[in-house]
């Protein structure tokens, strides 16, 4: 295996490992710890459950889409990855009131939840695909434009 695969292969193991990592860094903040303990399991196996599912159904495919336009840099893979994880976070809080049996109009009619829910998967979709860039060595510079093919003759 070429040791750039190798790179990415690492990375997708371990990027994932973020958003329990920001979710731990914001209790510390709060609260002088990372988790409480009834709430710390869950979190983290939560987390790292949707983690890995957003990174191998969107974030894989994302990355493989940049890199074949040839436009995959550090950027733009942190934008779309916020973009994703803002989008995979209002998902997952749809399924689950739906797996609850809450009615989506008690907690999703003024948007304010969509909003808070969107903001917070988005910055944990951002330091995902940051940590998988730094991981995968992924530069800060886009990967060049794509040349013109070579005209038929």
Avoid: Q
Wanted: aromatic letters at 12%.
């Amino acid at each position: 295996m070429p040791l750039k695969a190798l790179r990415y292969v690492i990375a997708a193991i371990v990027a994932p490992w973020a958003a329990p990592a920001i979710f731990a860094l914001e209790g510390l903040i709060k609260n002088g710890k990372a988790f409480s303990y009834n709430e710390g399991p869950w979190i983290v196996v939560v987390s790292i459950l949707v983690s890995y599912i957003a990174l191998f159904f969107i974030g894989v495919p994302l990355v493989l889409f940049l890199r074949h336009r040839r436009i995959l840099s550090a950027p733009i893979l942190v934008v779309t990855g916020a973009v994703s994880g803002g989008l995979v976070i209002c998902i997952f809080f749809i399924v689950f009131a739906l797996s609850l049996g809450t009615p989506l109009a008690l907690g999703f009619a003024d948007g304010s939840a969509n909003a808070r829910g969107f903001i917070v998967g988005a910055v944990l979709g951002g330091c995902v695909a940051f940590a998988f860039a730094l991981i995968a060595g992924i530069t800060w510079r886009s990967t060049g434009t794509r040349k013109p093919s070579a005209p038929v003759s």
